[in-house]
Nanobody, 114 residues
Framework: QVQLVESGGGLVQPGGSLRLSCAAS????????MGWYRQAPGKQRELVAS???????KYADSVKGRFTISRDNAKNTVTLQMNCLNAEDTAVYSC????????WGKGTLVTVSS
């Protein structure tokens, strides 16, 4: 079992920044992928960004150049730095861990509004 705890969501004005963090604990495999999905009201869940334990990153086209994902393998944490936020980024952001099986955090709400 793997437990994921997210932090860092909240309300931010358009053009602002937020940093999301996720800490994994439990039966962690050294080779894994961690990342973030998001789901906005009335929309399908989409992959925002992912990063492997080797450091390979993927981003959704909609966030490239604005979001940066990073991780600390020693601490089993992943961070999503979100800049230049806009209303379309409003969603529940969920951390995930994948290593054969997938685990999910409870999610944290990000609201971009003036």
């Amino acid at each position: 079992q793997v437990q994921l705890v997210e932090s860092g969501g909240g309300l931010v004005q358009p053009g602002g920044s937020l940093r999301l963090s996720c800490a994994a604990s439990g039966s962690i495999f050294s080779i894994n992928t961690m990342g973030w999905y998001r789901q906005a009201p009335g929309k399908q869940r989409e992959l925002v960004a992912s990063i492997t334990s080797g450091g390979s990153r993927k981003y959704a086209d909609s966030v490239k150049g604005r979001f940066t994902i990073s991780r600390d393998n020693a601490k089993n944490t992943v961070t999503l730095q979100m800049n230049c936020l806009n209303a379309e980024d409003t969603a529940v952001y969920s951390c995930y861990y994948s290593a054969g099986m997938d685990y999910w955090g409870k999610g944290t709400l990000v609201t971009v509004s003036s």
